[in-house]
């Protein structure tokens, strides 16, 4: 984060992973240009410079207008999905993001020459409006956009007598990289909107899209481990076009592929294991569920995705197992430090939904459900093999009711006694008795709890197992 000696609030909020707010302010001693000018020790050209200024404002600023359009798929309405701008507490607040929505497709050919990235057009400011507001508000702008990989989260405020507060936004690529990069975001876009079935329903647009991001992204641990927050893994390009991504590269492409197919999808900031986290909530059917992508997607040297689906659609009780959410922005404070930092260390988040319901849980949809140890669940649980089998699906789950042990699920379904095959040998040869789909030729039985990094006590799926099939 770079300090200001003119007037200017430059805020940061650094990696997701280590997240911590910090709002910095740096006042000079009038608030002016030309003070700033004098403070910095600059040259008696460069101060008059500052006094031209502040008495008759900054030259207007050549910008490039960016005209960007996401890929769609046929038979299916994109949503303008603006949570964040309706979370807004009023008209002043919504304003100001409009002017800012629009400044953030201006790019200037001029670079910032302290930190030589590209300047965005300047956001002329309410004086009445007060500096946590506006943080609010450009924090709203990036949340509703997550196409616009090109802003960064740092800005400034800076001030002379004749423009008063104006935002500086910033760019670290140029008008042509921001388009190079951006066609490469639609072919990837457009790679995974083709997957997408006709007349699919929401849950079915989900998982596709939940699959092929768990599928094509790595998670960049040299990028989380770094404080770099302008890395392209934070952002779409490192999750659609690298196919490396942190947390918030996940849940950005997450909101913004779902929105493209007119699902309503919002980014969501919280903890967990101690550390920052992002990740989604979507709406399935009228209902709202917690989506951690980031979570569902395994360390690439596990050989085997038991966990694929333990952070699919969830509710507000279960995400907060292990995740913590951050608080609404109405119940933002900041301080002033003894440096003159303002600086929060709590994460926020703009309106979220109430989530309750576990109608379109994945394992609660497809998983077989074990009440009782008898016929009728070896049954279902033969069924569901069969149902894999067509495709040579690798998974298959299992969920035990609540009120049988571990250990009797386990002895039930793995242990054989004496000739009498376990439950679940003798559901898989049931199942390739059928001859419907491929043959199954060996299994290996997963308890979830012991297979996602958790603890019991920090899992969500205590009762959950995984049969992995192996085909002939």
Known sequence: MKNMKRISKGICMSRILAMTLCVSVVLSMSGCATTSAIADGKGFSQVIDAIK????????????????????RS?????????????????????????????????????????????????????????????????????????????????????????????????????????????????????????IPDKADELQREIIIHDALVDEISYDLEAAASDDSTADAFNIYGALVNKKAVCSGYAYAAKMLLNRVGIECRTVVGMSKNSGHMWNQVKINDNWYHLDITWDDPPPEKEVN???????????????????????????????????VYTTAELYNFDLNECNSVEENYYELYAAHVNNMNSSAMS??????????????????IIFDQSISNADAEAWLANNSGKKYSALAQSVANANKYAIGA???????????????????????????????IYA
């Open 53 to 72: 200024i502040d008495l008759f404002g900054s030259e207007e600023q050549e910008c490039r207008w960016l005209s960007l359009s996401l890929p769609v």
């Open 75 to 195: 038979g299916f309405e994109p949503v303008n999905d603006k949570s964040a701008y309706n979370s807004l507490k009023d008209d002043a607040m919504r304003q100001v993001y409009e002017m800012i929505e629009e400044s953030i497709y201006q790019v200037s050919s001029e670079k910032d020459e302290e930190n030589g990235y590209y300047l965005l057009k300047y956001t002329r400011l309410p004086s009445e409006l007060e500096y946590d507001d506006i943080y609010i508000v450009k924090e709203a702008v990036i949340n509703d956009h997550p196409e616009a990989f090109w802003v960064m989260s740092s800005y400034d405020i800076q001030n002379n007598f004749h423009d008063g507060n104006y935002l500086v936004l910033y760019s670290k690529y140029s008008y042509d990289e921001i388009n190079a990069a951006f066609d490469e975001i639609n072919a990837a876009t457009e790679n995974i909107l083709a997957q």
């Open 306 to 340: 038991y966990s694929r689906y333990n952070y699919f659609n969830l509710t507000d009780d279960m995400v907060q197992i292990n995740h913590k959410i951050g608080k609404n922005f109405s119940e933002m404070v900041c301080e002033y430090t003894d440096d003159g």
């Open 380 to 397: 279902d649980i033969t069924d569901k093999i069969v149902d894999a089998s067509k495709t040579k699906e690798e998974l298959v789950y």
């Open 439 to 469: 043959r199954v030729s060996k299994f290996t039985l997963a308890r979830m709890s012991s297979n996602d990094g958790s603890s019991d006590d920090e899992s969500i799926w205590t009762n959950l197992y995984a049969v992995r099939l």
